[in-house]
């Protein structure tokens, strides 16, 4: 991390905001002392508010404290009302502007819509929702024209709504230099139970945006590292309205991203996707666990895997079936042809698009269907959709192509419904012409499906 840092000169005002015992101030400043960073002076403020952490702090910041050339400020205090109060003008709090350098390896933890930590962030104008990205947007904030800040935070502000305003309020701020990316899900951050990918990022306050670099490996060994530069429009892509920051693995464009048969958007094709409406503890009242009486089959990823559609499922530890009643109808789709997606893949799981194909003949004579929030659903304005299609559909999500391009991208464990409106498909007579071939094969293997489409999009 220290070496992601450009060399300077001059003053430097470096932060160090949940700083622990000082491995992260320390890595800075050893560089320095070795000649590789070129300040006059090193002025160093450190937050740490575990009281059982600051004595050895202090110990390895005292290290550098010689020639005069030095000084430090540890805070046992909380960064974010820090920040906050300097920020918003406070008269009695400390004036932490200035900073040149920040270095960051911030706590993880969600910020609950009415804690203090929230409507602090509000004041200074920073919506999110975790500690870290919290964190981050304080330092930027903090940071002087043309300063540095390096962070290892989870990847999770990537991509999704919920930190869409913070993904805006760091783009309108700062040009991204660097991204470096684990690509192990569980060991850079093994001791903490955050299980996604993790990422290391430059940023440059007030920065003119450029290519960025970006690295990856394993896991915090860096014995594989591999490096490459990309035009920032493979970074944040130019028609996103979401600004979803995508971390490219490889140097060269993907096969979907090359085909000019696959260029067409769900609008183009007349395709929604949509997140499964049924939030099943909101409903716990109208769930049951097996079919009755006046009920519909309620749809989770469990009631799908690569032979089909098994409904419902004796012993399955979730609910098979939800009431129909004026509290849900209109939570609920009508039966029909439908594409669905699992949300969520296990941690390493081989694939991270998994496609089915709801068959409306699988639930007898029922009017309606539930589809539970785990589940991504493709529809035609809640309606379902033509038989060929959806199969020709569930086919192209199905390729390795497909998983390729998306993982290419996507860090998360998790498919968001945005995340497949933003991906470009073949074009609507494409997929109904792939649905057809697939309805006339007795078995689909992975390998016929990918030679099919490399075929079709030649």
């Known amino acids: ?86 920020l918003s003008g406070d008269l009695f709090s400390k004036a932490l502007e200035g900073y040149t350098h920040a270095i960051l390896n911030p706590p993880y933890k969600k910020i609950n819509s009415n804690s203090t930590h929230r409507l602090a962030l509000r004041r200074v104008g920073i919506e999110t929702v975790n500690l870290y990205s919290a964190f981050v947007a304080l330092a930027v904030a903090l940071t002087v024209t043309g300063g540095q800040i390096v962070a290892i935070i989870p990847r999770s502000f990537c991509n999704g709504p919920y930190y869409r305003p913070f993904r805006s309020f760091v783009l309108e701020r700062t040009a991204i230099r660097r991204i470096h990316l684990f690509e192990s899900r569980s060991k850079a ?15 440059e306050r007030g920065g003119r945006q450029g290519p960025v670099t970006v690295s990856t490996s394993t896991d915090d060994t860096v014995t594989d590292l591999a490096i490459h530069e990309h035009p920032f429009e493979r970074i944040v892509l130019p028609d996103d309205p979401e600004r979803f920051i995508h971390v490219p693995t490889l140097p060269g464009r993907s096969a979907v991203e090359l085909s000019p048969a696959i260029r067409y958007t769900l609008d183009d094709l007349g395709i929604r996707v949509s997140t499964g409406p049924v939030v099943d503890f909101r409903l716990k009242e109208h769930l049951r666990d097996m079919p009755g009486p006046g009920t519909a089959p309620l749809l989770y990823p469990g009631h799908f895997s690569p032979s089909g559609t098994t409904w419902p499922i004796k012993g399955m530890k979730k609910p098979n079936a939800i009431e129909c009643n004026a509290d849900t109808e209109k939570w609920l789709y009508p039966n029909g042809f439908y594409c669905v997606v699992r949300r969520f893949s296990s941690k390493e799981e081989k694939r991270r698009i998994m496609a089915s ?27 379902g959709l033509p038989e060929q299609l959806v199969r020709g559909l569930a ?64």
């Open 1 to 86: 991390m220290a070496s992601f840092f450009q060399d300077g000169t001059g003053h430097c005002r470096l932060l160090d905001a949940g700083a622990g015992i000082g491995s992260l101030s320390a890595a800075f400043l050893d560089r320095w002392r070795a000649g590789r960073f070129h300040f006059q002076r090193v002025e160093l403020d450190a937050f740490e508010i575990d009281h059982a952490l600051t004595s050895h702090l202090s110990q390895t910041i005292e290290r550098y404290n010689h020639g005069g050339d030095f000084a430090a400020n540890i805070y046992e205090e909380d960064f974010i009302h820090s920040a906050a109060r300097s």
């Open 189 to 203: 951050f093994k001791d903490d139970g955050v299980l996604q990918e993790n990422i290391i990022i430059r940023l």
């Open 357 to 383: 194909v709801v068959e409306p003949n699988a639930f007898g004579d029922v009017s309606v269907l539930g589809f539970e929030n785990h589940l991504n659903l493709f529809h035609e304005n809640k309606r």
């Open 395 to 458: 086919v192209f999500l199905n390729t390795t192509a497909v998983d390729e391009h998306f993982r290419r991208f996507n860090g998360h464990t998790q498919v968001n419904a945005t995340d497949l409106k933003l991906m470009k498909y073949p074009s609507r007579d494409f997929l109904i012409r792939l649905g057809e071939w697939a309805m006339r094969q007795v078995v689909l293997t992975q390998t016929m499906v990918d030679t099919k489409l490399g075929a079709l999009t030649a």
